[in-house]
Every structure is written in C-alpha cells, then in structure tokens.
C-alpha cells in the first residue's frame, strides 16, 4: 500500500470514529458495563451535604445535560437554593459506566448533572431557566467544542410534572431562538431510568481544580417564564 492509500485510510478511519461519537449505540453495540455501583464520597466537597440518597424527603431532584458536566455543575452548586449536586450519566444503555467508557460513544450515556434542591425555595421552572440559558439547545450531538453523544443537551424528568414543565419551556423557547435566528432544539426530553454516579475525581471537579476547563455558554438569549 502506497502512501497516498495509507493517508486516506487514516483520514477514513478518523472521520468513522468522529461520525461514530455522533450516533448513539443500539443494544447489540454497547459496551456490557458492570453490577457494582462506582464509589464516591458521601459528602459534598463544597457543601458539605449527602452526595448520595438517603435525602430529607422535602426535597426534589433534577437531572440535567448540558455539555461537560464540571461547569455545569457549578453552575447549580452555586444555589442557596440547591441541597446538593452530583455528575453522572444518564440516558444510555450501559450500567454502571466508567468515564472513559462514556467517551467512547458506546454506552449511549449523557454527562449529567443531579441537582437535588428545595421546592420551598426554588421552582423547577427557575432551575429550567438556567438549563435553557447556559447552554446552546440547539447543536445536536455537541456543545462548544466538545462533540459527542455524551454533550449532548437533555432533560431527563422525574415525574410527569416535570415533563410538562420540560415540554412547555421547550416549545416557548424555540419561538424566541427562532426569532433571533436560531435553528431548532434539539433537546432530547426523556424519563429519568437511572443516574449512574461518575467517579469521585470528577465530582464537584472545579471546586478542587478552580483553574479546571469549563465550556459552559450560552446562546446569549434569555428566558422568560
């Protein structure tokens, strides 16, 4: 084989890949994953609440996708509102996966953020808000510079309320990006099956690496409730 052959089949191969991290995997091409669950600690680094159930039960939780998970995050953490967080994944097929495995492409997972916060202090509404602000909706199996299936934007409901909520804040924002020249949302808005806790390293990643990468932005536009 030639060199000009050997170049192309490298080009090829590289493009498949690329490709392959923009499709998610059916059942027969995920990857088996395993039973045990991936251990992390039992407090939050920054808050110093249960990063894990049991939670007091007046509270709810949240699972959302918005592009790497440590500035995302972050982003909730920040709430007084908010009890706790943690990264995980969310929306695939492989259980119990490790971090490299989700970047793959062949776990069918997104990087996820759990928020568990008080309704008494702050509506799912808001928390929706911020998820239609600080990311771009709109960019399919990517977010920023960062592409893959496990970027991409999703909400993964609890209860029916809250697919609602997440269908109807879909459908009012889509008008707004449409006007201001936007193409269509591509969140995908599906039942929260499992969230599989990411390992203890990435867990409130930037708090422990203040300098850490965070790829968090938005569109610019804002939400109206």
């Not at 192309?8 to 998610?24: A, C, E, G, P, Y």
């Not at 269908?167 to 889509?174: D, H």
């Not at 990435?202 to 203040?210: C, I």
Request: charged share 25%; aromatic share 12%; net charge negative.
């Amino acid at each position: 084989m030639n060199l000009f052959k050997i170049e192309q089949t490298v080009k090829m191969s590289l493009i498949d890949l690329i490709n392959k991290k923009s499709i998610l995997p059916n059942k027969s091409e995920a990857l088996p994953g395993r039973e045990e669950e991936m251990e992390v600690p039992e407090e939050h680094f920054v808050k110093g609440t249960r990063l894990k159930e049991p939670f007091p039960n007046s509270l709810e939780k949240a699972i959302f996708g918005m592009g790497c998970f440590w500035g995302v995050e972050k982003k909730f953490w920040e709430l007084d509102s908010v009890f706790s967080t943690a990264v995980g994944y969310s929306g695939g097929i492989t259980p119990n996966p490790t971090y490299r495995e989700v970047c793959t492409g062949f776990t069918g997972h997104n990087e996820t953020v759990l928020v568990v916060y008080h309704p008494d202090k702050v509506s799912y509404d808001d928390l929706l808000k911020i998820f239609w602000e600080q990311h771009d909706p709109t960019q399919g199996m990517r977010q920023g510079n960062d592409m893959g299936t496990q970027y991409r934007s999703g909400i993964y409901y609890m209860t029916e309320s809250q697919k609602k909520s997440a269908t109807k804040t879909k459908s009012t924002y889509q008008n707004t990006l449409s006007r201001h020249g936007f193409g269509s949302i591509t969140t995908e808005i599906i039942s929260a099956r499992d969230f599989y806790y990411a390992e203890h390293n990435h867990q409130q990643y930037l708090a422990k690496n203040p300098n850490g990468y965070c790829s968090l932005e938005g569109t610019g536009i804002k939400f109206d409730l």
